[in-house]
């Protein structure tokens, strides 16, 4: 059938007919363009230095022979590779939250969503996808960006503490506790158990770890386990007035300078923790948009 003739019979439907065939364009054509280019980036990402084999990492992996995905409603081939080391086949996708995925088209839309703050229920809505499904991507999401993690700071490096409520959110109650309604108060006042910690450091080009690191007061030993192994003497910290953090700059013999968060001296020169400041307050708006997260996923959030 020739596109005029199609045209002619589209006109022949019922205004609510064409209205869902519109919809219908808009879904399955949107998903393919968006995804596609996508899909190019992570393949030439991939292959920077030639083919690499994603199980042994060896360089001596060949193309071998195309498969076929359907987007939407179009087909498409795609490169499967083979390693000559370990005769393990893989695809641009194999070791990303995308592999062996239905849906990876949709994949991109639901992105959008999470740094959007939706709803699992709203998102779900949105793109069409059951919302339990989403719950298990959103996860598979959350694990592959922690595992994105870099070697050591450069620089100048702005480090701070935060603190979020412990949550079990998720977990029923079991011992009588009356749980706290989410997004509540501590019932203490300051710092105590009942607050998690969290603490961000970020060098001045963007590497940022953000990670929780206990509940209440943490003691210099916690720190140096967790961030010691990226902080080297070339590092210069800047510190807000917590005694734990000048302590231990002190003793790992790191050049540092504090700042109060609420004083008037907030800037030396180049020396200043807003950048971590910042961090902190979009962070925390936008995790609230989840109305409270469980502990246990906190560092998933957090990455
Ligand atoms: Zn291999």
Redesign the pocket.
């Known amino acids: 059938m020739a596109l005029r003739e199609i045209i002619k019979e589209i006109e022949k439907l019922s205004t609510a007919d064409q209205y869902r065939l519109k919809e219908f364009f808009v879904k399955s054509l949107n998903s393919f363009s968006a995804s596609e280019p996508v899909f190019k980036e992570v393949s030439e990402q991939k292959h920077k230095d030639g083919y690499t084999?994603t199980?042994?990492h060896?360089h001596n992996?060949v193309c071998f022979g195309k498969y076929s995905v359907k987007i939407g409603m179009k087909t498409m081939e795609r490169q499967r590779y083979r390693?000559k080391?370990?005769g393990?086949t893989f695809t641009d996708l194999t070791n990303t939250p995308l592999y062996r995925t239905h849906l990876p088209h949709k994949w991109l839309d639901f992105v959008q969503c999470i740094i959007e703050g939706y709803s699992l229920r709203k998102a779900s809505e949105m793109i069409d996808v059951h919302f339990v499904t989403l719950f298990y991507w959103r996860h598979k999401l959350l694990s592959a960006l922690k595992q994105m993690d870099f070697e050591e700071f450069s620089g100048i490096v702005e480090m701070d503490e935060t603190y979020f409520l412990y949550s079990e959110k998720g977990k029923r109650n079991i011992d009588g506790c009356k749980s706290r309604k989410r997004g509540g108060s501590s019932k203490y006042r300051g710092i105590s158990k009942e607050q998690v910690c969290v603490l961000i450091a970020k060098d001045r080009q963007k590497s940022t770890f953000s990670k929780v690191i206990g509940q209440g007061w943490i003691v210099k030993a916690r720190l140096d386990r967790e961030i010691g192994s990226k902080l080297t003497t070339l590092n210069v910290l800047c510190i807000d007035a917590w005694r734990a953090f000048k302590t231990y700059a002190t003793e790992k013999g790191l050049e540092h300078y504090r700042f109060k968060s609420d004083g008037k001296d907030r800037v030396r020169g180049l020396y200043h923790i807003q950048n971590v400041n910042n961090y902190h307050s979009r962070l925390k708006g936008w995790i609230d948009r989840f109305n409270g997260v469980a502990t246990k996923y906190l560092d998933h959030y957090l990455s």
């Open positions: 084999c199980h042994c060896s992996a390693c080391d370990c393990k």
